[in-house]
Nanobody, 115 residues
Framework: QVQLVESGGGLVQPGGSLRLSCAASGSIFGIYAMGWYRQAPGKQRELVAIVTSADTTNYADSVKGRFTISRDNAKNTVYLQMNSLKDEDAAVYYC?????????WGQGTQVTVSS
């Protein structure tokens, strides 16, 4: 079973940047897709970005052009670089591993956007 630990959340002003990290307990080389999701108070959890084992990416329209997902197989880590942050980006961000049958989630890291 893959264990995931997120880090990098915190308080940032609108227009600022944060980089989230998701460290996996083992190799992520064979995992079909790694992704970031977020859940704001009163909202459903939503997809933010996905990167596949083939290094293709997909983003929610709301973050396209501002966020970048990447994976470092040597470090067993997935990143989410968040730029030009907006108030609506505030949420708990969760890392996800999709093995095409089994899914694993991290505990989440809080991102707060406030002036």
């Amino acid at each position: 079973q893959v264990q995931l630990v997120e880090s990098g959340g915190g308080l940032v002003q609108p227009g600022g940047s944060l980089r989230l990290s998701c460290a996996a307990s083992g190799s992520i080389f064979g995992i079909y897709a790694m992704g970031w999701y977020r859940q704001a108070p009163g909202k459903q959890r939503e997809l933010v970005a996905i990167v596949t084992s083939a290094d293709t990416t997909n983003y929610a329209d709301s973050v396209k052009g501002r966020f970048t997902i990447s994976r470092d197989n040597a470090k067993n880590t997935v990143y989410l670089q968040m730029n030009s942050l907006k108030d609506e980006d505030a949420a708990v961000y969760y890392c996800n591993a999709d093995e095409l049958g089994d899914e694993y989630w991290g505990q989440g890291t809080q991102v707060t956007v406030s002036s």
